[in-house]
């Protein structure tokens, strides 16, 4: 068995740029086609691999992603501004999004007030089968037309509704996963913010980015009263023990925006702000790490109590990615303010006994 390349660095670049004209050029009329990126590049980090292999993926699959995607946006935002009432945003210049109406429709009907409690509704099955064929017939079918032509640059259709990620461009997904997700939610709430049905309810929209992408408040609150619980009211990273708290993603949020249980761990705030948006050193990984095992359950309780999901394998995964995309890029690891280390294949090594 031989195993794939990943691709060159000539055809990192010509990825890149093919990304970069797929922004510029695209027609962009709902902001299912972000949402597909977003979703792409999520399942690349998660079932992916470092190599140049393709990777086959399920409809299934990517609707999932969109329900998680979408399903706050279904509530209504009100902007900080004085005065103006709350509203759900339009994501299409015509009417409504059809994934937006579906789960509007779903959590009417079921009460769900989260993803994780819509996974329990016997109706869930039926909800991912509409959002499919909305995500096979719309943006799965246009996302690769840019400049007046198609380039299916990114992937081909497959057998059982399924499509498969060329070679080289999981790779590439993982390789530029940040820059990915950047341009896709910033082009995302641009896009809201153009549409002349939104015009009426925008004052300073400054928070918008927060409401379409980040955690509630609420669900952070109640995430932190657990881990209070948990943890003896002591920060993660130092050990001392917590009046004021804030709940860090050990993996930086800014790294991979996607809430899960086992990421959460409390922290002083100035150990949070001093951490930032860098991954944590070899001493706080292994304490991580021993953490996920001996209390995974604990965890996914209180995951479940703040509607967020708690998945030990994809984390592990998540993690192993970020330190060895880390380390293949000579980057350092915060260990206490203004104290770094240089990640090296030892981080690696640890990761093996959650990822095996």
Not at 28 to 39: D, P
Not at 62 to 91: D, M
Not at 184 to 192: D, E, K, N, V
Not at 203 to 223: C, H, K, P, V, W
Request: proline share 4%; charged share 20%.
């Amino acid at each position: 068995m031989t195993l794939s390349r990943p691709p060159s660095a000539e055809a990192q670049l010509a990825f890149l740029s093919k990304l970069q004209r797929l922004f510029a050029e695209g027609d962009f009329t709902a902001t299912y086609k972000f949402a597909l990126l977003v979703s792409l590049a999520d399942l690349a980090v998660e079932l992916g691999a470092d190599d140049g292999a393709s990777v086959l993926l399920s409809v299934r699959q990517i609707a999932e992603r969109f329900v998680y995607l979408y399903w706050n946006h279904t509530s209504p935002y009100k902007p900080p501004h004085a005065g103006a009432g709350a509203s759900v945003l339009s994501q299409n210049i015509g009417s409504q999004a059809a994934v937006l109406t579906s789960i509007a429709q779903f959590r009417a009907s079921t009460g769900a007030a989260t993803v994780l409690q819509a996974k329990r509704e016997p109706e869930y099955a039926s909800l991912i089968t509409r959002v499919a064929a909305t995500v096979s017939a719309q943006p799965l079918n246009y996302l690769q037309n840019f400049g007046g032509a198609s380039d299916p640059f990114l992937y081909e259709r497959a057998e059982r509704g399924s499509v498969r990620l060329h070679p080289g461009i999981s790779y590439c997904l993982r390789r530029f996963y940040p820059l990915v997700q950047q341009l896709s939610r910033s082009h995302w709430a641009t896009h809201i913010k153009l549409n002349r049905r939104n015009h009426g309810i925008f004052g300073d929209a400054r928070d918008l980015e927060d409401f379409l992408f980040s955690t509630s408040r609420q669900s952070l609150a109640l995430i932190g009263q657990g881990l209070r619980k948990l943890d003896n009211n002591r920060c993660f990273y130092c050990g001392d023990s917590v009046t004021e708290m804030d709940v860090d993603h050990f993996i930086p949020f800014s790294l991979y925006p996607r809430d899960l249980a086992h990421n959460f761990v409390l922290a002083h705030p100035s150990c949070n702000r001093s951490k930032s948006d860098s991954l944590a050193a070899h001493s706080h990984l292994e304490r991580w790490l021993e953490r996920v095992v001996k209390y995974g359950d604990d965890l996914l309780g209180i995951g479940a109590e703040a509607g967020i999901v708690g998945d030990l394998a994809t984390v592990g995964r998540v993690a192993t990615w970020g330190y060895a995309n880390a380390c293949a890029a000579g980057g350092h690891a915060w260990l206490s303010p203004a104290k770094y280390e240089p990640v090296s294949a030892h981080y690696l090594d640890l990761l093996n006994m959650i990822s095996a």
